[in-house]
Structure formats: C-alpha cells, structure tokens
C-alpha cells in the first residue's frame, strides 16, 4: 500500500511509475487545529496596519513563475486602480523584482504590495484579516495547504483549476475554479466576487468543511485505518 495526499498525485506517480502495482491509499494534509479565527476581521487588520476600509485579497507563495503570482497581479491591478480592492502578496523568491517592476507598471505600488516573508503569527492574522484568498497556481500544484488554512479561517478562495487544487476545493466552492493564466477571467471571478454576484458559502460553512474533511482528527483517523490495513495484509 502506497500513500499520497491526492488523487493528482497519485496520477503522477503511475505516470512516472507505471510497473509499481501496489494500490495508493490517498489522504490528505490535515489542518493545524490552531489555524482558526481568534480575532474579527476589523481586529485583525489594526495588527497588521491594513486599512479597514477596501476590501482585500490575500495569497501567500513563493514567488516563482510556476505559481502565478503575475497573472494575479494581471488580474487584479485594474480592480485596485478602481479602487474596488487591495491586494496583498506575503513571500519571497526570485521573481520579487519582476513583479515589483509589474506593479509599478500597472500604477498600483499603493493596492497590490508585495509584503514579503511573514511570520506564522501574521500569516494566521491575514487570513483573518482578509476577504478573499487567491491561488493562481500555473502548474504542479500536488496538494495545496494554504487553502485548508484559509478556509479553516473562515477565508473564501479563488484558485486555478491546476493539479490536486480543484479536488480539494470543488465539493464546497465549485464556482471559485478559474482556467490556469487567464487573468480576464480571474479578474471577472474576483469581480463578481466583490459585487456579492458569485455564489460563496458563509464563513461557517467553509471552517465546518475544512474540519470534517481536514482536521487532525479525521485525517489521523485515515492513518489509522491504512495501519491497520498494512499490518493485516502483512500478518
């Protein structure tokens, strides 16, 4: 018995491993039981010094081109130089100077702000703080654990149809999915998003989700129960 942590990996392995014959059990990351809200979204955003009063997008990646953070930044300038939201992108990486010359291109350095590494304690503060989580993944996105994290926090996402992500998020926000580097379509999701056109469940729904699918108890569960299968095959 093999384990991964989606069915997009397991695609993958057999791809790479076609003679392995051994069945795959997939199961997931669990979510940290301490990514929850402790604070309202106003508290939140006070600590970290973002402003109260437009709504914001959040993502966290490393900032490679295989994530997509610059068809994001595509998508949304045009939003934020409407003023109609703010967007905020914590990591660090290779590509910051590309996409800070991106930024200032598109006349947004105000709205779309590159905040570089963050630590644990303000990561769990911005997605408490913010209205939207982004994931534009460009490709080999093998499970995808800021999602949980986000919606573990009550944090609706936006995220690329790419890799393991849409198995992950299609049961509770199948109208989120987007194409892969199409920022005129992330932009119309957003948008319709922000206008309260785009179907999204209440906080409440989302962190329920993320608990019974991808908290620590029923993951280890899983775990549990692969053991116990190997250990009696073995026998």
Known sequence: MLHALSH???????REYPGVGKPYAVIPHWVDRHWRRTLSKGDA???????????ILFTVRQLRRRYGIDTAIAAVAPLA????????????????????QQISDAGVRGTVRLLGRLTDEDLHLAYQAA???VLPTRALECFGLIMLEAL????????TEVGAIPETLRPILPDHLV?????????????????????TPPP?????????HFGEDAVLQRYDF??????GNAA
Not at 182 to 196: D, K, M, Q, T
Not at 226 to 231: D, P, V
Request: proline letters at 6%; glycine letters at 10%; hydrophobic letters at 45%.
């Open 8 to 14: 997009f990996t397991v695609s993958q392995m057999q």
């Open 45 to 55: 955003r006070l600590r970290l010094g973002w402003p109260l009063d437009k709504p």
């Open 81 to 100: 130089a409407a003023g109609k939201c703010e967007f905020f992108i914590g990591g660090s990486g290779d590509d910051h100077g590309l996409l800070a």
């Open 131 to 133: 209205d939207l989580f």
């Open 152 to 159: 573990a926090c009550g944090l609706p996402v936006i995220a």
């Open 179 to 199: 194409p892969c580097d199409n920022p005129v379509e992330l932009r119309a999701r957003i948008a319709a998003f922000l206008s309260g056109e785009l179907s």
């Open 204 to 212: 409440e729904a989302l962190v329920a989700y993320a608990t019974a």
């Open 226 to 231: 692969l053991y116990r299968e190997a250990m």
